[in-house]
């Protein structure tokens, strides 16, 4: 079973940028895709971005597209997820998540698809 690492979270103001980086350790990521969540205060997890591993597709929840982009770098199984334009409603603890079942947007909402790592806390002040 893959274990993630999550990195990068911190404290910023409203329109400015962070850089989460999240590791695949253990062995080389042989699943399917790789995403992240995020969680605030007294809400549910939610979906956030995701990447097929090997093939080049991606997927966005509409909160955060045109603001995010994930991207990979599968020689160092690494992932990241560069936030632009960040709001105080993105103020959640992130998760970086790996899935070995198929299907972006079916595994987007299902959370029992994917093994999580232990977050990192992004706050964005007004």
Known sequence: QVQVIESGGGLVQTGGSLRLSCVASGRAFDGYAMGWFRQAPGKEREFVASIAWVAPSVY???????RFTISKDTAKNT??????????EDTAVYYCAASYKLGLKFIANELDSWTWGQGTQVTVSS
């Open 60 to 66: 966005y929840a509409d909160s955060v597209k045109d």
């Open 79 to 88: 992932l990241y997820l560069q936030m632009n334009n960040l709001k105080p």
